[in-house]
């Protein structure tokens, strides 16, 4: 009887780590991750409407924390295990993923130029650019401690704060003839409906990017590509899923400043809450290097990101190409630096 049971562990144990399984197994958790990402968006711009908020907005607080979902549990799970170098890494790898990916693919795929909220990104974009030289700054030394992660997390939360405050402020400014049809839309939306998708679409894109990510890593093997190549491409890519799968989805649905929103929303995400809460659980010690050659990417990126945001206030087809050429251009450096 055990030896029975035993087999079926191996034959089990066998198909897992079998390369066509996983190839099969890949495809299909791409289907669920495109499929749960069309809820997700679907939601995502019903509760837009639902609160007459901009799209961009959601895209910020709602869906940029719903996204990076991955990045926060694989960042705790490696500062509380005692790598905290590699949350630092998965929170600068994903913002630099994130902008050459994910909304690089979002420019080139939608249909026309993506509009960009000015309001909000007059403030956004400044507060971004400042939470990324802050980070610098702290790592500069060579670490970041638990006080200065405490004070990238507040700073987070005073964030928060202010964008919802505006967003509240901007609500009073609305005529009432305004309100009055915001209210009537209001009543022809499902909320609870929007609250479910949501909800299934976010548990579909977290659990399908992790299968995702298990299967890609069982084929590289399987083709001798190294682990450290797998991590920089595979693992550093695969954390950043939802985010490109999100952006895709949104950009071909027409919303488009969803995509925007979520990256941005992402952005500062992954500085203040991924770097701050695994800098608190445990301080992140790294070496110079790798500091300068990680920030320098992220400010290059970023600021290319940015930029193209600022000009006439659109993101254009033109603008995710150079976004795409120079993540292209980092995994260059990458493996010229530190594999070569």
């Not at 719903?66 to 929170?91: C, K, M, Y």
């Not at 190294?226 to 920089?232: A, D, N, P, R, V």
């Not at 695969?238 to 400043?257: D, Q």
């Amino acid at each position: 009887m055990v030896q029975l049971r035993f087999g079926k562990f191996m034959n089990i144990s066998l198909l897992i780590d079998n390369i066509w399984f996983n190839v099969f197994l890949l495809c299909g958790s791409f289907y669920i991750l495109f499929k749960s990402s069309d809820f997700f968006v679907e939601s995502a711009a019903g509760i837009a409407a639902y609160y007459s908020l901009p799209k961009m907005l959601v895209g910020i607080i709602i869906v940029g924390f719903a996204t990076t979902a991955p990045e926060i549990a694989v960042s705790a799970q490696a500062a509380f295990l005692g790598h905290p170098e590699i949350a630092f890494g998965n929170a600068l790898g994903s913002v630099i993923a994130d902008d050459g990916i994910a909304l690089a693919l979002a420019a080139i795929i939608a249909p026309a130029a993506i509009p960009v909220n000015r309001d909000i990104l007059k403030t956004a974009g400044p507060f971004l650019i400042g939470i990324d030289v802050l980070s610098f700054l702290f790592a500069l030394n060579g670490r970041i401690s638990r006080p200065e992660g405490l004070v990238l997390v507040a700073l987070l939360a005073c964030y928060m704060v202010f964008i919802v405050s505006m967003e509240k402020r901007r609500k009073l400014g609305l005529m009432d003839t305004e309100q009055h049809e915001t209210k009537k839309e209001r009543e022809a939306i499902n909320l609870r409906r929007l609250i479910i998708l949501f909800a299934v679409g976010l548990i579909g894109v977290i659990i399908s990017a992790r299968l995702v990510i298990r299967s890609s890593l069982v084929i590289a093997r399987s083709f001798d590509v190294s682990e450290t190549i797998i991590g920089l491409t595979i693992i550093a890519i695969g954390t950043s899923l939802p985010e490109i799968s999100t952006c895709i989805v949104a950009a071909r649905k027409g919303h488009g400043e969803i995509a925007v929103g979520d990256i941005i929303g992402a952005d500062i995400l992954n500085i203040l809450w991924i770097i701050g809460v695994s800098s608190v659980i445990r301080p992140i010690v790294l070496d110079r290097f790798t500091i300068l050659f990680s920030f320098f990417s992220m400010f290059v990126v970023v600021g290319t990101m940015l930029g193209g945001l600022r000009a006439r206030y659109r993101l254009t087809k033109a603008n995710g190409i150079v976004l795409l050429v120079l993540y292209l251009g980092y995994l260059y450096l990458n493996y010229r630096f530190f594999y070569a």
